[in-house]
């Protein structure tokens, strides 16, 4: 049963990346799942969550509008689809699985092993 985030990178300020976050062992439908972040020195923040019952999606206001978090059940893959990106989303992105409707690291118990992503020129 595990949770595994890819796509991270390197891209130029304004670029855009799309990142997967994929399980095994488990149906992601049944839970929601999260994005969060952690840049270094800094603590880890939500950043986007996703569940099948409505509301469906949440943003962290600081990626509102640029980012876009989908779900493939085909595929059991969460996307995080991130356009107009800047330095400061420079950071190591997790997805989580959690039970409830939070943005709140500790309301999740399984956690993806991260995937870096730089935004520098």
């Known amino acids: 049963v595990q949770l595994q985030a890819s796509g991270g990178g390197l891209v130029q300020p304004g670029g855009s990346l799309r990142l997967s976050c994929t399980a095994s062992?488990?149906?992601?439908?049944?839970?929601?799942i999260a994005w969060f972040r952690q840049a270094p020195g800094k603590e880890r923040e939500f950043v986007a969550l996703?569940?099948?019952?409505?509301?469906?999606?949440l943003y962290a206001d600081s990626v509102k509008g640029r980012f876009t978090i989908s779900r493939d059940s085909a595929e059991n893959t969460v996307f995080l689809q991130m356009n107009s990106l800047k330095p400061e989303d420079t950071a190591v992105y997790y997805c989580?699985?959690?039970?409830?409707?939070?943005?709140?690291?500790?309301?999740?118990?399984?956690w993806g092993q991260g995937t870096l992503v730089t935004v520098s020129s």
């Open positions: 989580a699985r959690g039970s409830q409707w939070s943005q709140h690291r500790n309301d999740y118990f399984s």
């Open positions: 062992g488990f149906t992601l439908d049944r839970y929601a």
């Open positions: 996703t569940r099948w019952s409505r509301p469906s999606t």
